[in-house]
T-cell receptor, first 113, second 116 residues
Framework: EPEVTQTPSHQVTQMGQEVILRCVPI?????FYWYRQILGQKVEFLVS????????KSEIFDDQFSVERPDGSNFTLKIRSTKLEDSAMYFC???????????FGNGTRLTVT | AQKITQTQPGMFVQEKEAVTLDCTYD???????LFWYKQPSSGEMIFLIY??????QNATEGRYSLNFQKARKSANLVISASQLGDSAMYFC?????????????FGGGTRVLVKP
């Protein structure tokens, strides 16, 4: 069964550094998302992407964050200058149609020291 | 106001028994969808079941069923014949038709521990 893949599974970075989290959504999917989950807390929406542009972003998704779909298969989340509070599990998700459920990747655990 | 409320932070259930996880939602949309996801300790998010607001019958998927009470705005998940592998965090989520980006909004989750 096709799946969403995320790399790396765990990333450790120093405060102030840039990180890029990578995702390969399911190939025929059209809607792409990033969510994050701070340890033990709820899953929070960051951004949605459709038709090569951001369709919505949350208040968490400030100027330090950006997304790209550079080549038609990858979908990346960049954090320009990481802060301690960016430490969380970041999930990429995709879906093929409006009413379809989201298919999540296994997540990237980001630790900012 | 919270859009999705899961009032049970954690619960124990005996193996082979059924368990009901509560979920209430708040929306003014007529068209919306309700989802349940399972998150085992390994961290991945696994889709379990979906209920559309216009679906007249409660959704079922194997041992999972959704007790959808539209007037009460509740969408409780029932897991029948619990197994040890059901121990996990369970999240209720909603997609509103009017929500830009077609995003899901998640509740705070319920941690289930199945006892042998």
């Amino acid at each position: 069964e096709p799946e969403v893949t995320q790399t790396p599974s765990h990333q450790v970075t120093q405060m102030g550094q840039e990180v890029i989290l990578r995702c390969v959504p399911i190939s025929n999917h059209l809607y792409f998302y990033w969510y994050r989950q701070i340890l033990g807390q709820k899953v929070e929406f960051l951004v949605s992407f459709y038709n090569n542009e951001i369709s919505e972003k949350s208040e968490i998704f400030d100027d330090q964050f950006s997304v790209e779909r550079p080549d038609g298969s990858n979908f990346t989340l960049k954090i320009r200058s990481t802060k301690l509070e960016d430490s969380a599990m970041y999930f990429c998700a995709s879906k093929g149609a409006y009413n379809s459920p989201l298919h999540f990747g296994n997540g990237t655990r980001l630790t900012v020291t | 106001a919270q859009k999705i409320t899961q009032t049970q932070p954690g619960m124990f259930v005996q193996e082979k028994e059924a368990v009901t996880l509560d979920c209430t939602y708040d929306t003014s949309d007529q068209s919306y969808g309700l989802f349940w996801y399972k998150q085992p300790s390994s961290g991945e998010m696994i889709f379990l079941i979906y209920q559309g607001s216009y679906d007249e019958q409660n959704a079922t998927e194997g041992r999972y069923s959704l007790n959808f009470q539209k007037a009460r705005k509740s969408a409780n998940l029932v897991i029948s014949a619990s197994q040890l592998g059901d121990s996990a965090m369970y999240f209720c989520a909603m997609r509103e038709a009017a929500a830009a980006g077609n995003k899901l909004t998640f509740g705070g989750g319920t941690r289930v521990l199945v006892k042998p």
